[in-house]
């Protein structure tokens, strides 16, 4: 995940992603909170189980769990990240035509 203090850090950054999600949102509050990237829903999904949503769980994608199989290596992330997605506040989170997920903590429109 990377976090772009303001859009004028993501514009400079990724020019072609934030002109999409630009054109995507009709508030502009935003802008100026910080937006948070990820690369695609996989990248989306291992944040929200092991660091996001699902923290209380306790889970972790480096822990040894004692020499027992780590449950979240057979997680199909893909499919998880896309299930997210089909659930989330449209108004807190977009998919880029790339794939990016771009999250703000201010409405998009």
């Not at 630009?22 to 508030?27: F, L, P, Q, W």
């Not at 802008?31 to 306790?58: C, Q, R, S």
């Not at 020499?67 to 299930?83: K, R, T, V, Y």
């Not at 659930?87 to 771009?102: K, Q």
Request: net charge negative; glycine share 4%; aromatic share 16%.
């Amino acid at each position: 995940m990377e976090i772009f203090n303001n859009f004028d850090e993501l514009m400079t950054a990724m020019p072609k992603l934030a002109a999409e999600i630009d054109d995507y949102s009709a508030n502009t509050d935003w802008k100026n909170e910080p937006i948070y990237v990820y690369k695609d829903l996989t990248a989306f999904a291992k944040y929200e189980l092991t660091e996001g949503w699902y923290i209380e769980h306790n889970l972790s994608l480096d822990d040894d769990y004692n020499g027992a199989p780590n449950p979240l290596d057979f997680i199909d992330w893909e499919s998880f990240g896309q299930a997210l997605s089909e659930d989330w506040d449209d108004r807190l989170h977009f998919l880029s035509l790339s794939g990016y997920v771009v999250e703000t903590s201010d409405t998009l429109y």
